[in-house]
């Protein structure tokens, strides 16, 4: 019988269960284990605890553990990793590089946090590693220039995955398409070689099926699955997207591995189910589904059903539900005519409008999309494209130069 894990249930950072670490919470799947949190929000929306101004241009999302909060953001062009604690003051920030600065200019990737390190994948290609407690850098690789890889249209976007004693990125490149550095010196362990694809903005996950540890992402017209030991390819899957942006995160479970992008201009076919063999050295398509075909939002995993938003256009858009096993289209729903970001804790969803700012708390049920509560962040400006993030019965939304913490325990001394 095959058996399957989630990527932090293979490496698990050193950090508290109610700890998110890393980009899309402690599994990378957009998922939280907490319980006790509103199954309703006050008129106006959960307390607004703290906000604060500060982490520069970017988008990424923010990385929770031990008490302290990081995020990335770009000032005058140089990358800088920001430290908070929970109440919001701000500790450091200490640069790890020149960010990009081309279309969408800013800071893109989320912090990766393992004990008292922290690892950080620049815009243009530099993976870092810095001190958790001070923002020291302790070491730093330019992968473009190491593993002759060239940049995307819009910056490199996958965040760093750690894994025991191995951080992985996907910098592509004719010397290294995905490739493992050590954690501790920076210094290679492997790279997988003969694919000439450039990445595709996809972070990569880890499985295991048997005793085989893998790693899967998308990368430029591919999905491909390589050994986590030593870089061997296993397999690939052809997997061309318009203009190469196969961005979300792949979502695995029970041997199966779905992908999704935008079907635009005769590309792909949207969402995609991939069957892996039992000795997994192979995959075959079980279906396709063009409804959910999601941009850059992300897709949970909740019960045996997929929850996430299609793309209809910049920034336009309807909320889908399909079910694991066949596809089946559950519902697709308008909610202000937009797509966003979505993450999942406590039986719901929280759905965040990219246009309008406006955040949902949504029941995951495959009968209908019923917003129970929803409020507007008009702190920040720019565009809503950080993916939310859920910690210790707080909701962190970071919106250009602006991020938030709002209370959403049931238990909270607010009504």
């Given at each position: 019988?095959?058996?399957?894990?989630?990527?932090?249930?293979?490496?698990?950072?050193?950090?508290?269960?109610?700890?998110?670490?890393?980009?899309?919470?402690?599994?990378?799947?957009?998922?939280?284990?907490?319980?006790?949190?509103?199954?309703?929000?006050?008129?106006?929306?959960?307390?607004?605890?703290?906000?604060?101004?500060?982490?520069?241009?970017?988008?990424?999302?923010?990385?929770?553990?031990?008490?302290?909060?990081?995020?990335?953001?770009?000032?005058?062009?140089?990358?800088?990793?920001?430290?908070?604690?929970?109440?919001?003051?701000?500790?450091?920030?200490?640069?790890?590089?020149?960010?990009?600065?081309?279309?969408?200019?800013?800071?893109?990737?989320?912090?990766?946090?393992?004990?008292?390190?922290?690892?950080?994948?620049?815009?243009?290609?530099?993976?870092?590693?810095?001190?958790?407690?001070?923002?020291?850098?302790?070491?730093?690789?330019?992968?473009?220039?190491?593993?002759?890889?060239?940049?995307?249209?819009?910056?490199?976007?996958?965040?760093?995955?750690?894994?025991?004693?191995?951080?992985?990125?996907?910098?592509?490149?004719?010397?290294?398409?995905?490739?493992?550095?050590?954690?501790?010196?920076?210094?290679?362990?492997?790279?997988?070689?003969?694919?000439?694809?450039?990445?595709?903005?996809s972070s990569p996950i880890l499985i295991q099926i048997g005793g085989n540890r893998l790693l899967v992402n998308a990368i430029q017209k591919s999905i491909i699955c390589v050994n986590a030991e030593d870089g061997t390819l296993v397999w690939r899957f052809p997997y061309q997207t318009s203009y190469d942006t196969a961005i979300v995160t792949p979502v695995y479970s029970d041997g199966c591995i779905f992908v999704t992008s935008v079907v635009e201009y005769g590309f792909t076919t949207g969402g995609l189910m991939l069957q892996i063999s039992d000795d997994s050295t192979s995959v075959k398509k079980k279906w396709t589904q063009p409804v959910l075909d999601c941009h850059h939002g992300g897709v949970v995993l909740v019960d045996g059903c997929l929850y996430g938003s299609n793309f209809k256009g910049i920034p336009k858009g309807d909320w889908v539900c399909l079910d694991w096993d066949a596809g089946k289209v559950m519902y697709e729903a308008a909610w202000n005519a937009n797509k966003g970001s979505v993450i999942y804790a406590d039986g719901m969803l929280y759905c965040y409008d990219e246009n309008t700012g406006d955040v949902a708390l949504v029941k995951a049920s495959p009968k209908s999309f019923e917003i129970i509560s929803s409020f507007r962040v008009t702190a920040g400006s720019g565009k809503h494209w950080a993916h939310p993030a859920i910690s210790d019965g707080r909701l962190y939304i970071r919106r250009g130069d602006a991020l938030m913490a709002y209370d959403i325990r049931k238990n909270s001394k607010y009504p």
């Open positions: 019988m095959t058996t399957l894990f989630a990527a932090v249930l293979l490496s698990r950072p050193l950090c508290r269960a109610d700890d998110w670490p890393q980009f899309r919470g402690l599994s990378r799947d957009g998922k939280s284990a907490e319980t006790g949190l509103l199954q309703k929000w006050p008129q106006g929306g959960p307390p607004l605890l703290w906000s604060v101004d500060g982490p520069g241009t970017g988008f990424s999302s923010v990385a929770v553990a031990d008490g302290f909060i990081y995020t990335t953001g770009m000032l005058d062009g140089q990358g800088f990793l920001f430290a908070y604690d929970l109440d919001g003051k701000f500790r450091w920030k200490k640069s790890y590089g020149q960010e990009w600065q081309r279309s969408y200019p800013g800071a893109r990737t989320t912090p990766t946090v393992d004990g008292d390190r922290i690892y950080v994948f620049s815009g243009t290609g530099v993976l870092a590693c810095l001190s958790a407690k001070t923002g020291e850098q302790i070491w730093s690789v330019d992968t473009l220039n190491t593993f002759q890889g060239k940049n995307t249209s819009w910056g490199m976007t996958g965040s760093p995955l750690v894994d025991g004693q191995k951080v992985y990125c996907t910098p592509g490149g004719k010397k290294g398409v995905i490739v493992a550095l050590d954690k501790f010196t920076g210094r290679t362990t492997w790279t997988t070689t003969g694919l000439d694809e450039c990445s595709a903005y």
